[in-house]
């Protein structure tokens, strides 16, 4: 079964900390994986995905296969990323359906 | 630029009413996805377009539920016979490829649908 597993609901960090929000994925195949984030009042939006390996607002995630995660990591927590974090899967096929966790909410405290 | 916008932002149905909630995606985008958003959950896949036509439906709870998308733009998500399991947010999304949701998808404010 396609499944995404966000373990943690609430994570609170302080400011300049490092910050961790975990990912784990069940799928039959290739999956394409996404972090997407909701700031407070704002839509959800993409924060970053597996293919693109990019640095966004200083946050990476490595897909690790073997353990099949795809956990969000930052060195240094600022305030302004205190937000609703999904991570999120697609079929790398082409499929249709995107599957999200269910969230993980990060509270940066000053 | 204009986003995704949807229509109305509220609404609040008695049970066994019937509900029409509108998604303008952003203009030339081909895939549009609609979500059922839970308290306290994520979202939760509902159903697919490429164009006009609906891809996959496999997350559409029941037959009560009914999406549509008649020219490849505006879509309606219909329910009929509200029930109160029914409240929650639903998310409309839209992405510029045709490979549903491997590309980036754009969404827009969401409808909170209160079933009393």
């Known amino acids: 079964a396609q499944r995404v597993t966000q373990p943690e609901k609430l994570l609170s960090v302080f400011k300049g900390a490092p910050v961790e929000l975990k990912c784990n994925y069940s799928?039959?195949?290739?999956?394409?994986l996404f972090w997407y984030v909701q700031y407070s009042r704002q839509r959800l939006q993409l924060l970053l995905r597996?293919?693109s390996r990019e640095s966004i607002k200083g946050f990476t995630a490595d897909l690790n296969k073997g353990e099949t995660s795809f956990h969000l990591k930052k060195p240094f927590a600022q305030e302004e990323d205190s937000a609703m974090y999904y991570c999120a899967l697609s079929g790398r096929g082409g499929g249709f359906k995107t599957i999200f966790g269910a969230g993980t909410r990060l509270f940066v405290k000053a | 630029g204009a986003g995704v916008s949807q229509s109305p932002r509220y609404k609040v149905a008695k049970r066994g009413q019937d509900v029409a909630l509108r998604c303008d995606p952003i203009?030339?985008?081909?895939?549009l996805f609609w979500y059922q958003q839970a308290l306290g959950q994520g979202p939760e896949f509902l159903t697919y377009f490429q164009n006009e036509a609906q891809l996959d439906k496999s997350g559409l709870p029941s037959d009560r539920f009914f999406a549509e998308r008649p020219e490849g733009s505006v879509s309606t998500l219909k329910i009929q016979r509200t029930q109160q399991e029914d409240s929650a947010v639903y998310l409309c999304?839209?992405?510029?490829?045709?490979?549903?949701?491997?590309?980036?998808?754009?969404f827009g404010p969401g409808t909170r649908l209160t079933v009393l």
């Open positions: 203009s030339g985008h081909v895939s």
């Open positions: 999304a839209s992405s510029l490829g045709r490979t549903g949701g491997y590309n980036e998808q754009f």
């Open positions: 799928y039959s195949g290739s999956p394409e």
């Open positions: 597996h293919i």
